[in-house]
């Protein structure tokens, strides 16, 4: 089947539009001023990798508390892969993830991960959808995205929201045998609120 000239050119906006709105930092400062009890105050920052490093668009993230910015307790690197009505981000973990706190704020902390630092995190990629003005975003299907919680083996269930403007996510780690929730948030979703916008850094595609 061929596609139209029409048609790959709204893919890569699409590819486009969620790197560039992605590409920031997000607080959920708001959230959790208001309900301080249920959420800790809380960044995530995806902040672009050089277009040389998967030879097309890659971010580093980070999850840290306001509190402790230099101590990450989550980080990663992602790929985005173009399948046409869906767009598929490659998720990789740190071998050495601390020499890397604080890479999503320094460049020069930034510039020094490399392809050989790095490993790939085998069914634990996510799948977004453009929908209208948002993306929806979803840990692929099989629940094979493992991670082991104080002994417990348990498969992740993620589910992602994004606007120009706003980040809305829930991750839950489900029991392997029973299904039931072990780790994640019981209060509903994180909401998120874009502070900087680092899409500047984005390669440019026409």
Not at 33 to 44: E, P, T, V
Not at 118 to 130: A, G, V
Not at 157 to 175: F, I, Q
Request: charge should be negative; aromatic fraction near 12%.
């Amino acid at each position: 089947m061929n596609i139209s000239p029409t048609e790959n050119q709204t893919k890569l906006n699409n590819l486009m539009t969620l790197a560039s709105w992605m590409a920031g930092d997000f607080s959920n400062q708001k959230q959790a001023f208001a309900n301080s009890n249920l959420y800790a105050h809380i960044h995530i920052y995806f902040r672009p990798l050089p277009n040389e490093f998967f030879s097309g668009i890659g971010f580093y993230s980070e999850q840290v508390y306001d509190y402790d910015l230099w101590s990450p307790y989550r980080q990663g690197v992602h790929r985005f892969v173009d399948l046409g009505d869906q767009i598929y981000i490659e998720n990789y973990s740190l071998k050495d993830p601390i020499l890397y706190a604080g890479a999503a704020r320094e460049l020069d902390i930034l510039h020094t991960i490399t392809p050989a630092s790095i490993e790939r995190r085998y069914h634990c990629s996510m799948i977004f959808k453009r929908d209208g003005e948002k993306f929806l975003g979803t840990v692929e299907p099989g629940n094979k995205c493992l991670i082991n919680r104080n002994g417990c083996q348990t498969y992740l269930v993620s589910e992602v929201e994004l606007t120009e403007k706003t980040w809305t996510s829930l991750d839950k780690g489900m029991d392997i045998n029973t299904h039931q929730q072990i780790w994640g948030s019981a209060a509903g979703p994180l909401q998120f609120e874009k502070q900087t916008s680092f899409a500047q850094e984005l390669p440019i595609k026409n």
